[in-house]
């Protein structure tokens, strides 16, 4: 298992599982960030599926995302995901399906479950971190 800051260092596109196109809600806040510090940021969030947010079409799953990204011949390295603990094993599920190298709880975020399906299939699972911060520290 990777590191967090080995994690960081290797990705370079993130899926936001949850992202607002509220600008002061978190989700919104570490995007940009992310995208000002050279990560390709990928929304995905049913609700605002086709639209844009960040100048980034959204998608309704980690599929589409993942679908849309190989067809530029990229991949998802993080899925970084701002969903209540509950809703983590599909999105667990979806992570590994999509092949993607880490599944990412943001602070306050932790599903056991989903991180041992995830840890068995090969991913880096961070639980109860902010992305934000984590490479905010990196710098220092």
Known sequence: ????????????????????????????????????????????????????????????????????????????????CFRKSEDIPPIAREAIAVRASCLWMQLDIENQVAADMARAAGLDVVMNHCVKIEHRSLAD
Not at 20 to 25: E, I, T, W
Not at 53 to 77: F, K, P
């Open 1 to 80: 298992m990777r590191s967090i800051a080995q994690i960081l260092r290797d990705s370079k596109t993130i899926a936001i599982v949850g992202l607002s196109d509220k600008p002061d809600r978190a989700s919104h806040e570490v995007g940009a960030y992310l995208q000002h510090n050279g990560y390709r940021v990928v929304p995905v969030n049913p609700s605002y599926a086709g639209k844009s947010i960040l100048g980034e079409q959204v998608y309704a799953s980690l599929q589409d995302a993942a679908d849309a990204l190989a067809a530029d011949g990229l991949r998802i390295d993080i899925v970084d």
